[in-house]
């Protein structure tokens, strides 16, 4: 009996030791059946003389569970590290993706021009501006990330009187170059209206805005129909 329990101590300090499980439950049944086993305690390659008395590591076991644990330790490391990068992907791609607007030209019955020379069209009656890239000061949409955009505007004019002339040019510009335009130029209507949509890529910081050509004019825009609206399509990771 005294044998017994001298190989039950043997195998207990053993797996204290070599074993990477320790749930009470399953190191009571193996101390259990050290107790109730007849004859020699067979302990193979687990050295219960170096496990109590030496450092963890010098007995065949210890040293093959302690290469698991590091071989599973630098896999977990590898993991968490190739999920963080994700996590991190995940929010250069959609953590800023709210970028949007839409103006108008506050609402008027007299006419918007004409002007000696292009002005910028400045749409102050806001209803959306996600992401603060327009300032109704300027007219202005700024770039607050480099993206691929979507960019639409309407010129609308109302002369109001027969055999008046409806003349109007309004263009879209980013950073200073023409990009499209609607225009209109004829004395048989009295109102006319045309809209144009672009998809452009952008920088951060590059501006996009609608001017007036000099000469021209809007008018009779009671019902605020002149209006410019952008928004990110999707985002550049790379700039």
């Given at each position: 009996m005294k044998l017994v329990a001298v190989s039950a101590l043997c195998l207990w300090g053993v797996l204290c030791?070599?074993?990477?499980m320790k749930a009470m439950g399953t190191l009571e049944l193996m101390r259990d059946a050290a107790v109730t086993w007849t004859g020699a305690l067979p302990c193979g390659k687990w050295d219960c003389e170096c496990a109590f008395n030496s450092q963890r590591g010098c007995c065949c076991v210890a040293n093959e569970m302690s290469m698991l644990e590091d071989h599973t330790f630098m896999r977990m490391v590898d993991m968490w590290e190739q999920l963080t990068r994700l996590d991190n992907d995940i929010k250069e791609v959609t953590g800023n993706n709210k970028i949007a607007f839409t103006a108008a030209m506050r609402s008027r019955s007299d006419c918007f021009g004409p002007f000696t020379s292009n002005v910028p069209i400045r749409y102050y009656a806001i209803s959306l501006n996600q992401g603060n890239g327009y300032n109704d000061a300027l007219g202005t949409f700024t770039a607050p990330r480099?993206?691929?955009y979507s960019f639409s505007f309407t010129a609308y004019s109302?002369?109001?009187?027969?055999?008046?002339?409806?003349?109007?040019?309004?263009?879209?510009?980013?950073?200073?170059e023409v990009v499209a335009s609607v225009w209109e130029d004829n004395r048989e209507d009295t109102e006319d209206s045309g809209t144009q949509s672009v998809l452009l890529s952008l920088r951060q910081g590059d501006q996009v805005y609608v001017e007036l050509l000099s000469g021209r004019s809007l008018c009779g825009n009671t019902k605020e129909f002149n209006r410019f609206s952008g928004y990110l399509v999707y985002p550049f990771t790379q700039e």
């Amino acid at each position: 009996m005294k044998l017994v329990a001298v190989s039950a101590l043997c195998l207990w300090g053993v797996l204290c030791l070599c074993a990477s499980m320790k749930a009470m439950g399953t190191l009571e049944l193996m101390r259990d059946a050290a107790v109730t086993w007849t004859g020699a305690l067979p302990c193979g390659k687990w050295d219960c003389e170096c496990a109590f008395n030496s450092q963890r590591g010098c007995c065949c076991v210890a040293n093959e569970m302690s290469m698991l644990e590091d071989h599973t330790f630098m896999r977990m490391v590898d993991m968490w590290e190739q999920l963080t990068r994700l996590d991190n992907d995940i929010k250069e791609v959609t953590g800023n993706n709210k970028i949007a607007f839409t103006a108008a030209m506050r609402s008027r019955s007299d006419c918007f021009g004409p002007f000696t020379s292009n002005v910028p069209i400045r749409y102050y009656a806001i209803s959306l501006n996600q992401g603060n890239g327009y300032n109704d000061a300027l007219g202005t949409f700024t770039a607050p990330r480099a993206g691929l955009y979507s960019f639409s505007f309407t010129a609308y004019s109302n002369v109001g009187v027969d055999g008046e002339r409806l003349y109007h040019k309004v263009q879209l510009i980013k950073n200073n170059e023409v990009v499209a335009s609607v225009w209109e130029d004829n004395r048989e209507d009295t109102e006319d209206s045309g809209t144009q949509s672009v998809l452009l890529s952008l920088r951060q910081g590059d501006q996009v805005y609608v001017e007036l050509l000099s000469g021209r004019s809007l008018c009779g825009n009671t019902k605020e129909f002149n209006r410019f609206s952008g928004y990110l399509v999707y985002p550049f990771t790379q700039e």
